[in-house]
C-alpha cells in the first residue's frame, strides 16, 4: 500500500526558533498533499493544501507567512513553523493523494510530528 | 454548520462485545464518501473502512461495518468483538469532490476505551 513517511516524529525548539517537517511519499507520486493540525484531543484541522510545482493554499485564518509549505517535487512536501511560539506546539501531521486516484480513495497519512516550544 | 458530528466524545466496551460509533454528516454535494479512521495513542492515521454516497450496500471490512443510513446522513462504525487493541481515538471523515475537492474533513472524534 502507499506509504508516506514524516520527519522528525518529535521535535523540541526554542522560541523564536523555526523548524522544518518534511512529508515524503515512498512508492507513489504525490501531486497534492496536506498538511493538517491537531491538538490534544481534539480532532485534524486542515492547515493548507499543496500541489506540486505551485503555491500551497492555505485555510482561512492560517498564517501563510509563519506556516511556509513547499511541495517543491512529487516526493516531498515542507513544513517550515518560523519563529515558533509556545502557541505553536501541536501535532502536525501530512497526508498525500497521488494523481488519477478517485475521490473514494483513502488519504494516507504520514505518522505525524510533535512539536514543543519552549 | 459542522460538516460531521460525532457526538460521543467517550465510549467504552467490555472486550469482545460489540459497539457503535455515532456521525452524522451535512453536505450539498451528490456524490461524497465516508472515511473512519483509528488514531492510537502514538498518532498514526490508520484507515478502516469507506462508504460511497452511491453505494447500495453497507461497507464492511473485517471486524469494521459501516451503519450507512443516507437519508438521515449518518454513518454510524460498528466494531464487532472488540478487542484491547481497539482503544483509540476514531474519526469519521468525509470527502466531497465537487464543492472541496480531494480534502478530507474530520468529525470531532471518539475516544473509545475498551476494557478487560
Known amino acids: 500500500g502507499a506509504v508516506v513517511s514524516q520527519h522528525p516524529s518529535r521535535v523540541i525548539c526554542k522560541s523564536g526558533t523555526s523548524v522544518k517537517i518534511e512529508c515524503r511519499s515512498l512508492?507513489?507520486?504525490?501531486?497534492?498533499m496536506f498538511w493538517y493540525r491537531q491538538f490534544p484531543k481534539q480532532s485534524l484541522m486542515l492547515m493548507a493544501t499543496?500541489?506540486?510545482?505551485?503555491?500551497?493554499?492555505?485555510e482561512q485564518g492560517v498564517e501563510k507567512d509563519k506556516f511556509l509549505i513547499n511541495h517543491a517535487s512529487l516526493t516531498l512536501s515542507t513544513l517550515t513553523v518560523t519563529s515558533a511560539h509556545p502557541e505553536d506546539s501541536s501535532f502536525y501531521i501530512c497526508?498525500?493523494?497521488?494523481?488519477?486516484?478517485?475521490?473514494?480513495?483513502?488519504?494516507?497519512f504520514g505518522n505525524g510530528t510533535r512539536l514543543t516550544v519552549t | 454548520a459542522q460538516k460531521i458530528t460525532q457526538t460521543q466524545p467517550g465510549m467504552f466496551v467490555q472486550e469482545k462485545e460489540a459497539v457503535t460509533l455515532d456521525c452524522t454528516y451535512d453536505?450539498?454535494?451528490?456524490?461524497?464518501?465516508l472515511f473512519w479512521y483509528k488514531q492510537p495513542s502514538s498518532g498514526e492515521m490508520i484507515f478502516l473502512i469507506y462508504?460511497?454516497?452511491?453505494?447500495?450496500q453497507n461497507a464492511t471490512e473485517g471486524r469494521y461495518s459501516l451503519n450507512f443510513q443516507k437519508a438521515r446522513k449518518s454513518a454510524n462504525l460498528v466494531i464487532s468483538a472488540s478487542q484491547l487493541g481497539d482503544s483509540a481515538m476514531y474519526f469519521c471523515?468525509?470527502?466531497?469532490?465537487?464543492?472541496?475537492?480531494?480534502?478530507?474533513?474530520f468529525g470531532e472524534g471518539t475516544q473509545l476505551t475498551v476494557n478487560p
Open positions: 462508504q460511497g454516497s452511491y453505494d447500495e
Open positions: 499543496s500541489n506540486e510545482g505551485s503555491k500551497a493554499t492555505y
Open positions: 512508492d507513489f507520486q504525490a501531486t497534492t
Open positions: 471523515a468525509m470527502r466531497e469532490p465537487q464543492t472541496s475537492g480531494s480534502r478530507l474533513t
Open positions: 497526508s498525500a493523494r497521488g494523481p488519477g486516484v478517485s475521490y473514494n480513495s483513502p488519504l494516507h
Open positions: 453536505t450539498s454535494d451528490q456524490s461524497y464518501g
